[in-house]
Nanobody, 123 residues
């Protein structure tokens, strides 16, 4: 059984940086993707970024500002968030999975989810 735990969320001002971490317990295959989604109040969960086999993927809204990285030895994935904007405010969820028949930017691709960490960006 895989469990994911996010950390690093908080309250920051617009333009600040924040780094989220996600630690996984249990085995996650190196071929599996690990990624980040976010959900703002009243909105659907949306794709933020993912990493699989060394390749990274980003939503258009965060491309150039966020960086996803992974440490397979530590079973961890990270999200460095720079130039934060108020519209980045959301609960951020870590995910892991490899349902290859589903697009990676869809929640259905992922098998395991963390509980989420709140990121609030004030203007």
């Amino acid at each position: 059984q895989v469990q994911l735990a996010e950390s690093g969320g908080g309250l920051v001002q617009a333009g600040d940086s924040l780094k989220l971490s996600c630690a996984a317990s249990g085995r996650i295959f190196s071929t599996a993707a690990m990624g980040w989604f976010r959900q703002a109040p009243g909105k659907e969960r949306e794709f933020v970024a993912a990493i699989r086999a060394g390749s990274t993927y980003y939503s258009d809204s965060v491309k150039g500002r966020f960086t996803v990285s992974r440490d397979n030895a530590k079973n961890a994935v990270y999200l460095q968030m720079n130039s934060l904007k108020p519209e980045d405010t959301a609960v951020y969820y870590c995910a892991a999975g490899q349902k290859f028949w589903t697009p990676m930017n869809r929640p259905g691709y992922f098998d395991y989810w963390g509980q989420g960490t709140q990121v609030t960006v004030s203007s």
